[in-house]
């Protein structure tokens, strides 16, 4: 269901461009020939994840109205991934922090109005969904209706939920064509695996590299290892980003794998990819987030004839080679295909 594709000379903005999936999606673009492309993100260059050469790279602070229409002039396309954000140890503690993530969107869509942008995406999350259908670690696969009666994630969700209606809004009253992706965990290379905002895969990913490197015999796990996911890998997430934004879709859809793991199921494969076994201090204490999570991928199948589908095994292998890379100082080798 795509009803147009994008001319090469179609300006595209990036918010959120230093960090991780902005930073793949600008620089896909650039490797299929687009050239007016601009990025934009409040952390200064030398921070960002990947630097695209001759894209039109700016540091702005897109809480503000003056810097998002700053972003946003010329721009035909906009895709928003700008948030200040992290895996469940960073939102279960600065949940005022992620709910003012709520006046980049707002300005965002504000600017992207004024300046007569054609198309908007909007990066939501799994997050918005019910808590209550997420007491199980058997988890039926989470619908797009699942979302109401709203009980979302406390700070990050309310404020990915209220983003949501936003767009829905400015597309009804204000004739701004929005589309809405509710991700489920999105990893992969050039993301984040260390500070405190990192998620699961990249966090046991590094404390295996850890464990390897220091000689050590033991690592932490957040929970009882038991909690359940579904992990999408970077390859997949552009694919669905780029084909929902093509698509006449207007609703909020999910854009996430369905291959649900445990956690000790997710550290079993890294340690099959380290050639290593370790044992486990589950750390009952630590955020762990829902008990189950996973994404009903009917809609997205109706919608673009497919769903991601990189199995977790593979994605693992070039994510864990390249937080090894990170942690070692080697050279990393870009080697997306999509
Ligand atoms: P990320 O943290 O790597 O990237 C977000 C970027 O936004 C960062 O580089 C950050 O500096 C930038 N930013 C924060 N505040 C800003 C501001 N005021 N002005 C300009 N830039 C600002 O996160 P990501 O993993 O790439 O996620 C991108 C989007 O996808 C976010 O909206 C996130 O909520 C959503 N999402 C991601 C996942 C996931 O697993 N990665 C899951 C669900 C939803």
């Known amino acids: 269901m795509r009803s147009f594709q994008f001319g090469q000379d179609d300006a595209i903005l990036v918010a959120g461009a230093g960090g991780f999936i902005g930073g793949h999606v600008l620089a896909h673009f650039h490797r299929l020939g687009f050239r007016n492309l601009r990025g934009a993100d ?163 990913c590094r404390k295996v590299i850890a464990a390897k490197l220091q000689g050590k015999h033991e690592i932490e796990i957040w929970g009882d290892g038991l909690q359940t996911r579904s992990f999408m890998y970077i390859d997949d997430c552009l694919k669905g980003v780029i084909g929902i934004m093509l698509s006449d879709w207007r609703e909020p859809i999910n854009v996430g794998s369905s291959e649900l793991v445990s956690i000790n199921q997710l550290v079993d494969m890294v340690e099959s990819i380290a050639q290593i076994k370790l044992g486990r201090r589950y750390n009952l204490a630590a955020p762990k987030g829902v008990r189950g999570r996973n994404s009903d991928n009917t809609l997205i199948r109706q919608v673009l004839n497919w769903e991601p589908s990189t199995r977790l095994i593979d994605g693992l292998r070039e994510t864990y080679a390249w937080v090894e890379t990170m942690m070692t100082g080697g050279d990393f080798k870009n080697r997306f295909t999509v």
């Open 42 to 204: 409040i952390k200064p260059l030398d921070h960002w994840f990947q630097r695209t050469d001759g894209v039109d790279s700016r540091v702005l602070d897109l809480r503000k109205i003056e810097d998002c229409r700053a972003a946003t002039k010329d721009m035909d396309y906009v895709f928003n991934f700008a948030c200040d954000m992290g895996g469940m140890g960073f939102i279960e503690s600065h949940k005022a922090e992620c709910m003012l993530s709520v006046l980049i969107n707002t300005h965002m869509l504000m600017a992207a109005r004024e300046a007569g942008v054609k198309r908007y995406l909007y990066s939501s999350s799994a997050c918005v969904y019910n808590a209550d259908k997420q007491v199980d670690a058997e988890v039926t696969a989470l619908k797009e209706t699942d979302a109401y009666p709203a009980m979302p994630e406390d700070g990050y969700g309310w404020e990915k939920l209220f983003s949501e209606r936003m767009c829905r809004h400015f597309s009804e009253d204000f004739k701004l064509e929005t589309r809405v992706v509710r991700f489920h965990n999105v990893y992969g290379p050039w993301g984040t695996y260390d500070g405190g905002r990192e998620k699961a895969p990249a966090a046991i």
